[in-house]
């Protein structure tokens, strides 16, 4: 994103070890790319963080396309609809991210309004009181873990989906 933002090609801001905490750095001291790449991240951040949401509290919607084609699609109806999340815990280095933007203008804050704007305008009012305070979203909803071994589980879990389909089929 900051590639395209800079007008840059991704090799050189690889080659420049230009990532996220730089970026970060970058937009603080007035870099207007820097701005609009953690502008665009909120965004999108936010915009994957609610479809998740909405998809256990009402069912798959439908907003976003899978890159694995053979992915079997979400359900509109399960067993857990209606559920309100206490948490949403974000990990690695995306975690220490927002950590270091808390207390500036980019991407914490920017998310949790995003966040809050998609609550209030296509949620009902459950859901609106659980995860929305001041236009915002609740701050202790999100946990930044810097556990290192959570990704490993995700992707155990993925391998073994990927070898035994017909168990969550």
Known sequence: VYARCADLDIREVVSRRIYPLRILERALSGEHAA???LNLVADRLADLLFERLETI???WQ???DFVNAKRAPLEAVH???GTLLDRLVIGQRLAQLLEQARET???WNPLRKRLADQILNRLDDPARQHFVNDGLFRE????LSHLRAAP???????AWMCHNP???A
């Open 35 to 37: 701005r609009e790449c």
């Open 57 to 59: 509290y009402r069912g």
């Open 62 to 64: 439908g907003r976003f």
């Open 79 to 81: 067993p857990y609809r």
């Open 105 to 107: 203008p980019y991407l």
């Open 140 to 143: 202790d909803r999100l946990v």
């Open 152 to 158: 490993v589980l995700g992707a155990g879990i993925d």
């Open 166 to 168: 017909e168990s969550y």
